[in-house]
């Protein structure tokens, strides 16, 4: 089994530069969308019947259209922090993209949040059909604890059992599933900063929290370094939705690939619609500066995480 090797320590005068971080980020959406390439063949996997031809495509448009891989990228490097087997957490990562593909299908429905673009590419349900996209993401839900489950991912019984309870507790009612229903409810009265706040930790948060973990998980990391990367997780998590909201504010649809103002044009409050832009960018360097401080204790074997945490804050789309 191939071991994972996060780089060795730099002085702090040579830190990663944005070349490696770039080059290293493609390296694992490469992989990634290679392996889900292969896993969303037409090819038969044991006690399946068939594989409907037009679902398998429509599972194939929500899943191989491109996206940052960002979720797989935390827990790829997570593991690699604690030299764990490379290949496990590949495919770990790859059924954490299943959830989170899932997720944007169904988001994207007329009765959620009712989108026609993802990613630069019409959404499922408009290039298929409503129906097609429901099943399409229940297909892709379901698969992801297949590929948690099936004898390729080489871990051990008992820690396949705390990633698939794990990323249970992360996907559904008190996971992403219920924070979806509270944006919901959101259009219909306005919360308070701590219903938004836990809002975001459930709907955007809890999948970035569990790729943080699930990393540490499959290297058989501590307890104590799995609490550490639990709280990394729900920095960038928390990160990643102050970002997205901005760029919801700030940016236009051409750049983000998807629709922009959407908040706005529902009546929803966000953290920076309520504080303002530079309250954001504040709180984000804020969050940033403790990300790294999470991570001090691993020097420079971090070094790719600290980066990502970094980028989440600071992207454009």
């Keep these: ?24 980020l493609e390296t694992h959406a490469d992989a990634v969308q ?5 896993l969303l063949s037409d090819e038969l996997l044991p006690d399946e019947t068939a594989r409907p031809a037009n679902l398998l495509t429509a599972m194939r448009h929500g899943v191989l259209n491109g996206g940052k891989r960002m ?23 790859a059924a954490l993209e299943c959830v989170h593909c899932y997720s944007l299908i169904h988001d994207d429905l007329p009765a959620m949040d009712d989108d026609d673009m993802r990613r630069g590419q019409p959404t499922v349900h408009k290039k298929f059909d409503e129906a097609t ?16 489950a099936a004898p390729e991912t080489r871990l051990p019984d008992a820690t396949k059992l705390a990633l698939t309870l794990s990323l249970a507790r992360a996907s559904g009612i008190g996971g992403m599933a ?31 929290r569990f790729a943080c973990e699930a990393g540490a998980v499959a290297a058989g990391a501590t307890e104590e370094d799995r609490r550490r990367m639990i709280r990394f997780g729900e920095i960038v998590g928390l990160a990643f939705q102050l970002r997205d909201d901005l760029l919801d504010l700030t940016a236009d649809s051409a750049t983000l690939g998807k629709a922009a103002g959407k908040d ?21 360097a804020g969050l940033i500066e403790e990300a790294n401080a999470l991570l001090s204790p691993y020097g420079g074997k971090a070094d790719m995480l600290t980066a990502l945490a970094n980028h989440v804050a600071t992207r454009n789309k």
Excluded: C
């Design 34 to 38: 290679a392996l889900l390439g292969a």
């Design 178 to 208: 219920g924070g979806q229903a509270l944006d919901l409810e959101a259009e219909k009265r306005e919360l308070g900063e701590d219903e938004i706040t836990r809002l975001q930790a459930m709907k955007t948060g809890a999948l970035i």
């Design 133 to 148: 996209a429901i099943l399409a993401g229940d297909s892709l839900l379901t698969y992801a604890f297949d590929i948690l």
């Design 264 to 284: 706005a044009a529902r009546g929803k409050k966000t953290l920076p619609s309520i504080h303002g832009i530079q309250w954001t960018q504040h709180k984000l």
């Design 71 to 93: 979720r797989p990228a935390l827990v790829i490097e997570s593991a690699a922090l604690f030299g764990g087997d490379a290949d496990a957490a590949l495919r770990v990562a």
């Design 1 to 24: 089994m191939a071991r994972l090797q996060a780089p060795l320590s730099r002085a702090k005068e040579q830190p990663m530069q944005n070349r490696d971080f770039v080059e290293r």
